[in-house]
């Protein structure tokens, strides 16, 4: 970890000292991998232990989406293609809406789902529909890697369950992230959404920087117990855009508080360096190996301690002076389902109501962490 005292002269002030506080992890965690990337420039503004490969956890949920946008800007499918639950996506595991096999929506609601509730459900039903197979969309999703620079990840599903041969770096989650804001500026808005309505039930997005940081517009979240709590966020003002990826941090809160202080620290502060994503030298001698940080981050102490990290209404306590209060009700946006195909037969979970399909009652999620 970079010393506290070369972060001070780097960035200066209040911000290094809140950089480094929360920066923090028990002694006996690995790494904590991070950076921060101008997304214009694609110059490297901070970074620490950026090539050690990591699991993505539900930061996979980005390729999958980059993958879909590719196929909307083609015009081989549209917002409106029907995404339908298969067997096989339905049979995912939390988080996830709990939708029944035959369930339909059109790909601007699956593309809200997945982004909003990161829903492993969708998102296998989302490469499904681009892919026409699980498998083949996986393929897409390696070849997508590939050609983007990301040559230290690995895809091997479109949710990022855990499964053997799935794993990423902080550099590449930059580089997909900047090419996610690059080339398809028309769609940044899925990454800002608030929330959105599916019935009745209402769902807020996982990410606590939008809403709470100023000028966030992005990214996304992810969780295993191996990956420990990950987050990507964005930010935008006067017209310039960061991004900043954490990996490994201890709770939902922590990533947050990470998030936000890298994010302040690369809108205000200029790069002590000349690196890009594309000149930085892959450093660090572990970082062939996939880091697993299961024994840090499931354990009863650390479950303990991320419940203290809740207030007595169950929020989270965040931490960094660069977050605040949301000053709105979240904005939800409409998500439901799409009525049955004319003369299908009744998909079991699903009825029809007064406006369209409505969810019945379904298995409460079970609660965090879960495979976000």
């Given at each position: 970890?970079?010393?506290?005292?070369?972060?001070?002269?780097?960035?200066?002030?209040?911000?290094?000292l809140?950089?480094?506080?929360?920066?923090?992890?028990?002694?006996?965690?690995?790494?904590?991998?991070?950076?921060?990337?101008?997304?214009?420039?694609?110059?490297?503004?901070?970074?620490?232990?950026?090539?050690?490969?990591?699991?993505?956890a539900?930061?996979?949920?980005?390729?999958?989406?980059?993958?879909?946008?590719?196929?909307?800007?083609?015009?081989?499918?549209?917002?409106?293609?029907?995404?339908?639950?298969?067997?096989?996506?339905?049979?995912?595991?939390?988080?996830?809406?709990?939708?029944?096999?035959?369930?339909?929506?059109?790909?601007?609601?699956?593309?809200?789902?997945?982004?909003?509730?990161?829903?492993?459900?969708?998102a296998?039903?989302?490469?499904?529909?681009?892919?026409?197979?699980d498998?083949?969309?996986?393929?897409?999703?390696?070849?997508?890697?590939?050609?983007?620079?990301?040559?230290?990840?690995?895809?091997?599903?479109?949710n990022?369950?855990?499964?053997?041969?799935?794993?990423?770096?902080?550099?590449?989650?930059?580089?997909?992230?900047?090419?996610?804001?690059?080339?398809?500026?028309?769609?940044?808005?899925?990454?800002?959404?608030?929330?959105?309505?599916?019935?009745?039930?209402?769902?807020?997005?996982?990410?606590?920087?939008?809403?709470?940081?100023?000028?966030?517009?992005?990214m996304?979240?992810?969780?295993?117990?191996?990956?420990?709590?990950?987050?990507?966020?964005?930010?935008?003002?006067g017209?310039?855009?960061?991004?900043?990826?954490?990996?490994?941090?201890?709770?939902?809160?922590?990533?947050?508080?990470?998030?936000?202080?890298?994010?302040?620290?690369?809108?205000?502060?200029?790069s002590?360096?000349?690196?890009?994503?594309?000149?930085?030298?892959?450093?660090?001698?572990?970082?062939?190996?996939?880091?697993?940080?299961?024994?840090?981050?499931?354990?009863p102490?650390?479950?303990?301690i991320?419940?203290?990290?809740?207030?007595?209404?169950?929020?989270?306590?965040?931490?960094?002076?660069?977050?605040?209060?949301?000053?709105?009700?979240?904005?939800?946006?409409?998500?439901?389902?799409?009525?049955?195909?004319?003369?299908?037969?009744?998909?079991?979970?699903?009825e029809?109501?007064?406006?369209?399909?409505?969810?019945?009652?379904?298995?409460v999620?079970?609660?965090?962490?879960?495979?976000?």
């Amino acid at each position: 970890m970079v010393a506290v005292g070369i972060l001070r002269k780097i960035m200066g002030g209040a911000v290094a000292l809140a950089l480094a506080a929360t920066m923090a992890l028990p002694a006996d965690a690995l790494a904590n991998p991070k950076i921060v990337v101008d997304v214009a420039t694609g110059k490297v503004i901070y970074h620490e232990e950026a090539f050690q490969r990591w699991y993505p956890a539900s930061l996979t949920k980005l390729m999958t989406t980059y993958v879909t946008f590719k196929a909307l800007k083609s015009g081989r499918i549209t917002l409106d293609t029907p995404v339908v639950m298969s067997k096989q996506a339905a049979a995912q595991k939390p988080s996830k809406m709990y939708f029944k096999p035959g369930a339909r929506m059109t790909m601007n609601t699956a593309l809200t789902i997945m982004l909003v509730k990161s829903a492993n459900d969708i998102a296998m039903a989302i490469g499904e529909t681009v892919g026409g197979s699980d498998d083949n969309f996986v393929s897409m999703m390696n070849a997508e890697a590939a050609r983007l620079g990301m040559f230290s990840s690995h895809f091997v599903n479109a949710n990022g369950m855990p499964e053997p041969g799935q794993y990423t770096t902080a550099r590449d989650l930059a580089v997909l992230t900047v090419a996610l804001r690059r080339d398809f500026p028309e769609y940044a808005g899925y990454f800002a959404t608030e929330g959105f309505i599916n019935g009745t039930k209402k769902y807020t997005n996982y990410n606590l920087l939008i809403g709470r940081f100023d000028g966030a517009d992005g990214m996304k979240t992810g969780f295993i117990c191996s990956s420990g709590f990950n987050q990507i966020g964005s930010a935008t003002r006067g017209g310039r855009t960061v991004v900043a990826v954490v990996l490994g941090a201890d709770s939902l809160g922590g990533r947050a508080d990470q998030a936000a202080d890298l994010l302040q620290m690369g809108l205000t502060k200029p790069s002590a360096g000349s690196d890009t994503l594309s000149s930085l030298v892959p450093y660090g001698s572990t970082r062939d190996q996939v880091a697993d940080i299961r024994d840090v981050i499931c354990n009863p102490k650390a479950a303990k301690i991320r419940s203290e990290g809740r207030d007595e209404e169950g929020k989270m306590k965040l931490k960094s002076a660069y977050l605040h209060e949301m000053d709105h009700d979240p904005r939800f946006v409409v998500a439901d389902l799409l009525p049955p195909e004319p003369g299908a037969a009744q998909v079991d979970g699903i009825e029809q109501g007064d406006g369209g399909p409505k969810l019945k009652r379904v298995p409460v999620p079970t609660p965090r962490p879960s495979q976000e």
